[in-house]
């Protein structure tokens, strides 16, 4: 297929090179020139501006931006991709933006013509460089049908979550309570080894008991717990901080939006902001258990 | 073997009689002389007091109170098992008390020869029926190892967690846990179906992601979601808030005595007051979703 | 002088009524028609548009709007103020909005030739009507200076408080932290009566301490400890719950965009909003002790 | 008069020099035989042991004590205060406790036949020296009358809070709405100062708003703000952070015995438990602050 692919950061990259593996023809763009060139020697065709690239004879566009102001920027702009796409060509947004930016951008593709479906992942570079992601999907159930093959080919798990702006629903409601679990867990385990627990004899009591969770059991933050978790490489890889501190973001707004409370969720948030605030943005987010116990290097 | 059986309430009375069945002699004793009849009726032996069950040939005695002051009368007081029991006689205390407590308790019978581990259970009093409980155990190996065949008539998993009081600190900081975990999930489904999703679709997506917790997958708070749990029943039966807020006021309280903070562990004691105080501490403890979304039954 | 004015709410109409007492020539604005007529019946000119009214010989503007979209329609819109005013004309933004989108605007005005100043008020409605409003008011000396006469025929308090957006962030400042200190009182004040004090001995303990603040001394939201505030008449009039919610929103939202934590005032808002959901958004926000206690009417 | 004094630290011993100072004859005793001889040689008669005391021909005695298992142990041990006093004399507990274990030991000397008044007070070490303590006394009116000569020679605000344990009570109600406060101020002045405002000039506008409170106005956390509190010293002197702990600590206990929530309250609890766990106990409680600014000295 002829796609699009707009926004060749972290995520986006690898997942560009994931599409053209499947033997699709990609036209891209991005503010950066080296992001680019290396897209073009790994065989896609450079556009010259997003109005180019909306213009050309692509049959889908993917999006893979930063954050909301971008998207609309390249959506909404004067001279961006809804001024210029031809009404046929599918849109797929992959940024991680609140549920109700999202919206707002599909109906004014509608208003065009164009389906736009909300595909936000998760999964990290990892994910993204070895084709696992989990998409989760906001849109109608045909257009969700018709992307399937191509989220594919850059994904394992590719989830209908509903009508547009579904699938960042998904993923700020997933997010925020992996932050609360994971601060949860953080706390307990903090807790229990203060109180002369073996980590690893917590951990194994927990994870057969009711406070089972997959920062316990897959990513336990106490240090020597697991192997191959970021607890056991100082904090290194992983989800950043302050990935999960936009993520936090998020959620709250979306909340305020929706006007309903999320109390634990805006607590997560500010002992994230707390975290990062101390100079720790850039640590795994599984490191909020060093707010809690100094000795954990 | 013959056994001393202190304390047959909701949780003692069924674990009493998981013994009986099991083939012990039982000398029981308790406040409540009802209690004390039903016991007599399926089999056990009424001790006049507390001096004359311990006094008595038993060798090994269980103790199952409501709280810390209890066991400390039990064991401590003037005319206590303490003072009357002979050395070789094994103590087992059931209560859920808080660490502290349990190690004080621990030392003074340690100091008169006894050895004493500290077992609490959860698993409700559906386990307790079902002889399906899970033992948290607190003390030496070879006391552990003792314990052991009396413990499994009684439950199905028994754990051993280290010294004195790791049993009462690997129930506190997993139920702390399990709060966190409990009020998140209630926090994320909410979000979620206020801002369009479908509540199974959204706990299916939490569950194969990485919010994924016992109480999301086990437990669901969220009408319908599952079967078979209190949320589909009116949040009857099941963990009682007023049971959850005394978990949780034990957790804070270690945490106070060990110097650690425990923030959202605090917050969901606050939380689970502010709902207690409404009215609902009777109710099921995934209840506490009703304090974000008034419209649910 | 000649002042235009749009935004004749609940707010903007006593002010502007409070100008043309004091003498001014006023042309109006509001997408209310009968605001309008009510202003033009006191002696006000109307203007049919916004571009109207820029293109007017007026020698200032000010505006007084619900939220930052409104301000950055009225004057970042295709018709909007910044499109058609003269360059000398001074402009006056009263709304209370973040202190990023107030210099958002300042900058874009600047960029026009305009000097622009932000001057958020308190006070309320009472305060709006009687004149004696408070205003935080941010940008540079000189143009403080030049509205000081103008902003003292409406309020009592005029305060500098720095370059432009100083006078936003003051507000969101103040009321942040006046959340926290009503939510602590009444924390304080249902502790102390539910474990047998009087509420008025207890207030005044507290207001001869260190936990003295205004809404202990000032606002008290125990009923019966004040004559003439909300709580001895049920809640009624002041300063509403959803008014301050949204302040609560422009807080956390400045603290985001800042990177700093405000954990206190993130769960404040939580708390409100907890409150609001359950129906409370329109009782004033001392009203929030409710949420404690029940059994105050 | 003569009185006996048990108890003689940084708090009890500079008040037991103010009533040797006002003329009453002391008999005093402590666990520090070098606290007993400084008051030995400042005119006081050294008591072999709180039972001696207790029989001595005192006619009141004060106790000032670090916590409840302390004040219990002399009051309520074998040979304590209560096994050895005569009925007329009157006591005076003047440690800060929570106020069920002020209630528990004062039915403890009812049933003896003594009056037993709390009497905790607030000042810091600075007001015991200098004889200008607030005390918040709960107990009959006519014990309270009768003390008051007696408590004026080390205080200067002496008032009378109602029945046994109302001391208490308004002590932890006022001291957790004291540590809100603070945090709260902290947050404001924060969030204020990044986002671009002088500290002075946002304090001096808070200080005239509705967010004025005794740590903005009297107290004041941010460096620079105003002279002589602990902020302008580096945050030495003062009253301690981990004092602010223990008295948090009572007045969450209070409450969950009182089985009412304090929302703000536990997670200022936290709040200091965190900034304490690391390594600031000891530095005055406004330093608080910089848990939020790491660039604050």
């Known amino acids: 297929m002829k796609i699009g692919f707009i926004g060749l950061g972290n995520m986006g990259g690898p ?15 991005d503010l950066s020139q080296s992001a680019v060139a290396g897209l073009v020697e790994a065989g896609a065709t450079a ?3 997003i109005a180019e690239l909306a213009r050309s004879d692509v049959e889908m566009i993917i999006t893979m931006l930063p954050a909301a102001p971008h998207v609309k920027g390249v959506y909404l702009g004067e001279d961006g991709l ?36 909300d595909a936000p992942v998760s999964g990290g570079t990892g994910g993204a ?4 992601l989990t998409f989760m999907v906001g849109g109608d159930k045909a257009d969700f049908d018709a992307a399937l093959p ?17 699938g960042q629903v998904a993923k700020v409601a997933n997010n925020m309570l992996l932050a609360i679990t994971m601060i949860g867990t953080a706390e307990a385990m903090n807790l229990g080894v203060s109180l002369g627990m ?4 917590l951990a194994g009591i927990i994870n057969t008991s009711s406070g089972r969770n997959w920062s316990s059991d897959t990513y336990n933050p106490y240090p020597g717990v697991m192997d191959n978790v970021p607890a056991s490489r100082g904090y290194t890889g992983g989800f950043g901080t302050d990935l ?15 006007r309903q409370p999320v109390i634990l969720g805006g607590l997560a948030q500010q002992l994230y902001q707390t975290f990062s605030s101390q100079g720790n943005g850039a640590l795994d987010f599984s490191a909020i258990i060093k707010l809690y116990n100094g000795a954990i290097k």
Chains 1, 2, 3, 4 share one sequence.
């Open 82 to 117: 809804l001024a210029h796409v031809a009404p046929h060509v599918r849109l797929i947004d992959s940024s991680t933006i609140d549920p109700m930016s999202a919206r707002q951008v599909a109906e004014a593709a509608a208003a065009r013509g164009n389906s736009l479906i």
């Open 47 to 49: 556009a010259a501006s």
């Open 244 to 258: 999960m501190l936009k993520d936090l973001g998020l959620a709250t707004e979306a909340a305020k939006q929706a």
């Open 198 to 201: 073996d980590p690893a004899v």
């Open 15 to 29: 997942m560009a090179r994931n599409l053209l593996k499947a033997g699709h023809q990609l036209t891209v763009s």
């Open 129 to 132: 460089t070895a084709g696992t």
């Open 150 to 166: 191509v989220l594919q080919a850059m994904g394992k798990n590719i989830v209908h979550c509903g009508p547009t702006g579904n």
